[in-house]
């Protein structure tokens, strides 16, 4: 199946600096891409939608200007996290939508931001 | 988005044959069923997805009966590393994002 990628894998930041989520599609041309959170023994939850060369949709209770999201190529969606808190700290995924066909979507590895 | 009702969790013995029901009873004409598993610190791993009747593949079988309001994972002969949490969901070809449900979560043990 296709691959996507994200880095950094883990990052631990102080409280109050901005983080940047990088997530690619490695062979594959993406114009969407899915953001997901997940907390310790929960589900993930879907974030934001992210299309290339437009602003992301932001699900309910996603505060768009703290969750930052940047889709400015094909193969490149990054997720920005300012001014951080430790109630951010969680696992972040995000997946990629493959065009035409069934439109499957390939998830990345994930993650895990930790917020002192 | 149809809603998926699936156990918690279940637990099993290596070489057993795993089976994991999920509900959908409000899915659509245009729905597909689709399962993912997850490992712990790790991204979603695309399974099996299905229309109707069943689906096989080299890891598992998805049967999902006429009235698609339930389908059910068939997993042969677990192992150790068959330890993960299983999701069901239902989504339609539009490329809409995948709602995740509780899922389940499977324990095999030796």
């Known amino acids: 199946g296709a691959v996507v990628s994200q880095h950094p894998s883990w990052v631990i930041c102080k409280s109050g600096t901005s983080v940047k989520i990088e997530c690619r599609s490695l062979?594959?041309?993406?114009?969407?891409m899915f953001w997901y959170r997940q907390f310790p023994k929960q589900s993930l939850m879907l974030m934001a939608t992210?299309?290339?060369?437009?602003?992301?949709?932001?699900e309910q209770g996603v505060e768009k200007d703290k969750f930052l999201i940047n889709h400015a190529s094909l193969t490149l969606s990054t997720l920005t996290v300012t001014s951080a808190h430790p109630e951010d700290s969680s696992f972040y995924i995000c997946?990629?939508?493959?065009?035409?066909?069934?439109?499957?979507?390939?998830f990345g590895p994930g993650t895990r931001l930790t917020v002192l | 988005l149809a809603k998926t009702t699936q156990p918690i969790s279940m637990d099993s013995y290596e070489g057993q044959e795993v089976n994991i029901t999920c509900s959908h009873n409000?899915?659509?004409?245009?729905?597909?069923i689709t399962w993912y598993q997850q490992f712990p610190s790790q991204g979603p791993r695309f399974i099996i997805q299905?229309?109707?009747t069943k689906v096989t593949n080299e890891v598992a079988s998805l049967f999902i009966p006429a009235d698609r309001k339930s389908s059910t994972l068939s997993l042969p002969r677990v192992s150790l590393s068959d330890t993960a949490v299983y999701y069901c969901?239902?989504?339609?070809?539009?490329?809409?994002?995948?709602?995740f449900g509780k899922g389940t979560t499977l324990s095999v043990s030796s």
């Open positions: 997946s990629a939508l493959t065009s035409g066909g069934q439109g499957e979507q390939f």
């Open positions: 062979d594959f041309q993406a114009t969407t």
């Open positions: 992210s299309n290339e060369g437009s602003k992301a949709t932001y």
């Open positions: 409000n899915i659509a004409t245009n729905d597909y």
């Open positions: 299905g229309y109707k």
């Open positions: 969901l239902v989504y339609n070809q539009a490329g809409t994002a995948l709602i």
